[in-house]
């Protein structure tokens, strides 16, 4: 791994898409653009990018996930076996239609913005979910690399839609055999190409400690989880530390956030960490990236044995905070941790959903900045 100061900056993944990018998405998924020309378009959005977070003062760099739909949904165009969907279209498909449209309703989201991968027959790798993008990011920073992949808990519960997916795989837990593997085999790849981190994201777990009632969420519309959370929650540890068993010579890292579809705070989760704290301390990563800039988010927990990479700065607001705010924060973070403990990042990502992002790029950056700043002061 690349040598890194204290309290590295780092973003959690996600940029705004430039209207360039936008534009041959659309053009992608319609059809009308080769996936070559989509690239060549990406490529040069990807080298702003990174050329802004080097700018900013950002120790380790991500490719913005510019190249991706959304988060996780991008899987489709990766594996076979998958059938992307705009929430809109899940509507013809569910059987709890009424509940449903219920979910669409509290989403302060057009149903058309969030697209969701179905899986529609046996899923088998494509191509690689991240590893080429990985190389083309080799070529263009001499910085600590991050990489972030959709959770296997995640894509599981994600893309079991039981009217379709059923027809192929009788339970989910069929499908997460398959999952497994794949993501596996991703890790283990990333790995080998020198990824110096790699961030696993599975934001749905917050749903199952603070809304156990609610069996869709703004992710996973068109899934019902076990009713118990608990054993819900042992179901997605063992898929995690399957898929990272014995990877070594690289950073692994868990992302968990309340929800990043929305700027009114009030349609998102709210919740401390104490419910997921067991869970959280079991799986087999390096790091846990956390909400804290937000007030939802509870009170500062120490998690054993684990760095932290400490939200200080609120993606989903007009406010930069600045770089006396950032650094109380970790100067609070500093009574839990050792300070070779503490990464520096945004809450969640700045652009989760590409036709949704939660900000603009120039907002974006002045935060980068403020972290950035933070953590120079407290090298000194």
């Known amino acids: ?12 993944g996600s940029w705004p898409r430039p209207p360039a990018v936008l ?8 059809g009308r653009m080769a996936p070559a020309e989509f690239d060549r378009v990406a490529d ?50 569910v059987e709890d239609k009424v509940g449903f449209e ?27 979910l991240a590893v080429d993008d990985l ?14 992949l959709p959770g296997p808990y995640l894509l599981t519960r994600a893309m079991f839609v039981a009217e379709v997916t059923g027809l192929v795989y009788r339970t989910k837990e069929d499908l997460a055999e398959d999952v497994v593997t794949l993501l596996r085999e991703e890790v283990v790849a990333l790995a080998g190409e020198g990824a110096d981190f790699v961030q696993i994201d599975e934001p749905v777990l917050s749903e199952l400690a603070f809304a156990p009632a609610r069996t869709r969420t703004f992710m996973c519309a068109a899934l019902a989880a076990r009713n118990d959370p608990a054993e819900e929650l042992e179901f997605a540890v063992s898929l995690i530390n399957r898929v990272v068993a014995g ?16 700027r009114d705070e009030t349609t998102l989760l709210t919740g401390g960490y104490h419910p997921l704290a067991p869970y959280l301390e079991r799986l087999h990563v390096t790091q846990l990236v956390l909400e804290y800039a937000t007030e939802r988010a509870g009170d500062l927990l120490r998690f054993e044995g684990k760095e932290l990479g400490l939200g200080v700065v ?23 941790y050792a300070p070779e403990q503490i990464f520096l990042n945004p809450d969640c990502g700045f652009g989760t959903f590409s036709s949704r992002p939660m900000n603009s790029p120039a907002v974006a950056l002045a935060k980068l900045q403020a972290m950035a700043g933070a953590a120079r002061d407290l090298r000194g």
């Open 135 to 148: 190389r083309f990011l080799r070529r263009h920073t001499d910085r600590p690399v991050k990489v972030t």
């Open 44 to 93: 040069e959005a990807v080298q702003e990018v990174v050329r802004l977070q080097e700018q900013a003062g950002c120790d380790m760099i991500t490719d913005g996930e510019l190249r991706r739909d959304n988060f996780y949904s991008f899987v489709a165009r990766k594996f076979a076996g998958v059938r992307l969907m705009t929430l809109a279209e899940m509507l013809d498909v």
């Open 23 to 30: 534009a041959a998405q659309r053009q992608l998924r319609l």
């Open 314 to 336: 609120n993606p989903r607001t007009n406010t930069v905070e600045s770089s006396v705010e950032v650094r109380h924060a970790v100067e609070r973070a500093l009574r839990l």
């Open 102 to 128: 219920r979910l669409l309703q509290t989403l302060d989201a057009p149903a058309y913005a969030i697209s969701h991968p179905a899986c529609v027959g046996r899923i088998e790798r494509r191509e690689p």
């Open 247 to 262: 990877v070594g010579g690289l950073r692994l890292g868990l992302h968990v956030c309340r929800g990043n579809w929305s």
């Open 1 to 12: 791994m690349n040598a890194l100061p204290l309290f590295p900056v780092t973003t959690v």
